[in-house]
């Protein structure tokens, strides 16, 4: 059987902490920054842990 290809989205996007949770960037954070507040970005700037394991299992499938 042949390898599954990396999905390279979402390599990008996702990575795995050492314990295997799954951890993505927050969002408007490169865009347009002079107009934001300081502390929007902030809260911009740090990395959330994905919560739903049905996901991060597709997500995992993909990386």
């Known amino acids: 059987?042949?390898?599954?290809?990396?999905?390279?989205?979402?390599?990008?996007?996702?990575?795995?902490?050492g314990s295997g949770k799954l951890?993505?960037?927050?969002?408007?954070?490169?865009?347009?920054r002079r107009k934001?507040?300081?502390r929007v970005k902030r809260l911009f700037?740090?990395?959330?842990e994905l919560d739903s394991t049905r996901i991060s299992d597709k997500i995992k499938n993909l990386i």
Do not use: C, W
Request: glycine share 8%; proline share 6%; charged share 35%.
């Open 23 to 32: 951890v993505r960037t927050k969002g408007p954070k490169s865009h347009l």
């Open 36 to 38: 934001k507040a300081k």
């Open 45 to 48: 700037g740090g990395k959330v």
């Open 1 to 17: 059987m042949p390898k599954i290809k990396t999905n390279k989205a979402a390599k990008k996007r996702f990575h795995v902490t």
